[in-house]
């Protein structure tokens, strides 16, 4: 090393008193640049997140990286309220809030910046597509570089820098209602160079220092400080010479590619008192050392960036191994071999030669690889030293170099998701009333979904179909399950479990799911689902595969709507009945035909219309129709009403009719042209045999129906008897 060399300069040079200068130069040129023996490296920390002390060091950031950066400019929050309540509920004003900043990134231009996590979140995905509303926009830090017209705005362009040679970033608008309305703690994965790195690349255009040391491995390094503090924190696994003989401190790998020099010959010596005197050298294996290297922590690209940790092969020894700690990007494969290759050195350095030359080759150098006469293997020059008797060279015993082939597991972390952000999906309808709360309620659901998880929800909003948009309510991240059925469901009875239609459906996502019920869990009114008008009841589900899925043994007609049983079609929407469609006050959608939803993906409103628009203020239609004749021939109908919100069976009771009063209307003939109308207060209509003569000598084959007058609307027709 640098010690040893200085010695030896000072000693040919001022005998004596210079070695001893010489050997103190040398020292303080090793602690300079080396530090102490001990040093194993820094410790690596926990990645650091945005910061904005003043006086912060901005590190330059090269290959690739995961910083928390420095905010440098930042606006005021901005408070954005929204109203919802309307006839009859309390009005609710909810806010949330934005804010402007900037976040310095690295103090030497980049190539790109790639994701950015918030809170341990991606913000930012692969895609390059922010995950909540706002803009972003990355300066790389070039030389022309302009003045971002945001900070410009707000500062004035005459009080604002373009910061060239700094990248940042810088956030307008971003929203911060995902992160407790506060700016979230950031970082960003930085690439700051293609290729491969050097120590030279780090260092550019560092005065009277040659470094020619490549970094194998390392894939991202943030430099912090100055070239001894990075010397320091490579040295444990890449081992540096340094040699001040020259005009310029030249600073080499010890493993240098090029090939080693062969030694002559040892010089034989008669003079007393120097080590082999008749062999020429002296060889010499020291103990093991207590505590060698054994473990190497990282950054690992494969976790994130977050720490990982390698360990060598090897024998167990006593006590706690050794750590070293590289605060830089290193593969996990790549770790292992940089460990793996520490300890070995460490190991095979206990072997040295101290070799006699009678002249010194002027290429010997410390850190020279050389081959010595006679001796096996590689060996390592640390030092040498001119004396009476010849060139004294120090030797130490170099590894095998370990295999570039390693494989390694980095290991398994809890990654943040990096789902993309993908449009919505919207359906909305209106529901029978299902005995809940007031029986004057209007119950409509807005059903939003998206393919992806990565969906960040949407705002809903009222449409009168003049343009003007009603904001109602947000939908929340979690998507409800919809899709589309492909094929059309048969008709069957609704007063029996339909076990031989099915219908297929594929769900909007891949990754949403369905589940089978009991027969015990469908009475209870498990796996309600919209299709098209009909509200069925599904015990199982079978997975086709990429989102399809075949739905059997059935439920039909529930709710009421058994009028709908026949109108099924393939491409109809498909609505899972559970607790994550948004329900909306149907207050505030008076004259509303449609339902809008914006998203942060959507490039336009997403429409839909309120399905099954009505059905939850009608009465449901009577049944059980019944026909009597007389045998003096008169006519006597009847029929069962039923009330809405009658969704459980209740044994003995008499359900609620929920309605001003009961009320039917009979007619007839056809509702749109009807030939006579009855309007009654009861479940039953007697005809005398004189009238029912009279219809049916002028009306042969006119139908009569029913149906049931409710205080907002009629129910769905039921026909009683044929006239023959």
Avoid at 46 to 75: C, E, H, K
Avoid at 218 to 230: F, H, K, M, N, V
Avoid at 284 to 310: C, E, I, T, W
Avoid at 564 to 589: C, K, M, N, S, Y
């Amino acid at each position: 090393m640098a010690t040893l060399l200085f010695t030896a300069l000072g000693t040919a040079l001022g005998g004596p008193i210079g070695g001893v200068l010489g050997a103190l130069a040398g020292q303080q040129v090793d602690a300079a640049v080396f530090g102490g023996g001990s040093v194993s490296g820094p410790r690596l920390k926990d990645l650091a997140v945005t910061t904005s002390s003043y006086g912060t060091a901005i590190p330059r950031q090269f290959g690739a990286m995961r910083v928390g950066g420095t905010i440098i400019w930042a606006t005021d929050l901005v408070e954005h309220g929204q109203t919802s309540g309307g006839k009859g509920q309390p009005s609710v004003t909810t806010y949330s809030y934005s804010s402007s900043f900037a976040v310095a990134l690295s103090s030497r231009p980049v190539q790109r910046v790639g994701r950015i996590w918030a809170d341990g979140d991606l913000l930012r995905g692969a895609d390059g597509a922010l995950k909540v509303g706002g803009a972003l926009r990355i300066h790389t830090g070039y030389g022309d570089q302009s003045i971002d017209p945001l900070i410009a705005s707000s500062e004035g362009a005459q009080n604002c820098p373009a910061f060239r040679g700094l990248a940042y970033a810088v956030f307008e608008d971003l929203q911060l209602a995902d992160f407790g309305n506060r700016i979230p703690t950031l970082t960003f994965e930085i690439f700051g160079d293609e290729g491969t790195l050097s120590l030279a690349s780090l260092f550019d255009g560092v005065e009277d220092v040659a470094l020619s040391v490549p970094l194998d491995g390392i894939l991202g390094y943030a430099c912090e400080g100055s070239l001894a503090d990075t010397l320091s924190q490579f040295q444990p696994v890449m081992p540096m010479s340094c040699d001040a003989g020259g005009a310029a401190l030249t600073i080499t790998a010890d493993r240098q590619s090029t090939a080693p020099i062969a030694l002559p010959e040892p010089a034989l010596t008669s003079a007393s008192g120097e080590f082999g005197a008749r062999s020429g050298y002296q060889y010499k294996r020291d103990p093991a050392p207590d505590n060698p290297p054994r473990v190497l922590r990282y950054y690992d690209p494969a976790l994130d960036y977050q720490p990982g940790m390698q360990r060598a092969i090897g024998r167990a020894l006593p006590g706690q191994p050794k750590t070293v700690d590289v605060p830089a990007t290193i593969a996990a494969s790549d770790a292992v071999r940089l460990i793996q290759q520490a300890a070995r050195d460490a190991d095979w350095r206990r072997e040295t030669l101290a070799w006699r030359c009678a002249e010194l080759d002027p290429a010997v150098a410390p850190g020279v690889l050389v081959t010595p006469f006679g001796q096996p293997g590689l060996w390592r020059v640390t030092a040498w030293e001119w004396r009476d008797t010849g060139i004294q060279l120090d030797l130490e015993r170099v590894a095998p170099t370990a295999s570039s082939g390693v494989s390694a597991d980095p290991g398994r972390a809890n990654l943040a998701s990096d789902d993309p952000v993908t449009p919505t999906s919207l359906v909305a309808y209106e529901l029978p009333w299902d005995g809940q709360g007031s029986s004057d309620a209007i119950i409509v659901q807005a059903a939003a979904s998206s393919s992806s998880a990565g969906w960040p929800g949407a705002a809903l909003y009222s449409d009168v179909g003049d343009g003007t948009l009603t904001w109602l309510a947000a939908t929340g991240r979690q998507r409800s399950t919809t899709g589309l059925a492909l094929d059309a469901l048969a008709p069957a009875s609704p007063l029996l479990i339909d076990r031989q239609s099915a219908v297929t459906v594929h769900l909007t996502g891949n990754d949403l799911a369905l589940t089978g019920a009991t027969l015990d869990q469908l009475a209870m009114g498990a796996n309600r689902a919209l299709l098209g008008s009909e509200i069925i009841q599904f015990a199982h589900a079978t997975a086709q595969g990429k989102g399809v899925w075949v739905l059997s043994t059935l439920l039909r007609g529930r709710g009421g709507t058994e009028s709908a049983i026949g109108t099924h079609a393939a491409g109809e929407a498909f609505v899972l009945l559970d607790a994550t469609p948004v329900q909306l006050d149907g207050a505030r959608l008076q004259g509303a035909s449609a339902i809008a939803a914006l998203g942060l993906a959507d490039p336009a409103q997403v429409e839909a219309p309120i399905l099954c628009r009505g059905t939850g203020r009608r009465p449901w239609s009577p049944v059980h129709p019944r026909a009597s004749y007389a045998p003096d021939g008169s006519l006597t109908l009847g029929w069962t009403r039923r009330a809405r919100g009658g969704w459980a069976w209740s044994d003995g009771v008499d359900t609620p009719l929920q309605e001003q009063s009961e009320a039917y209307l009979v007619s007839l003939g056809g509702w749109d042209n009807p030939i006579l109308q009855w309007q009654l207060s009861s479940p039953a209509l007697s005809l005398a045999a004189s009238d029912v003569a009279a219809f049916k000598a002028a009306h042969p084959g006119a139908s009569f129906a029913v149906r049931q007058q409710g205080t907002y609307a009629l129910s769905e027709s039921l026909t009683l008897a044929t006239l023959g």
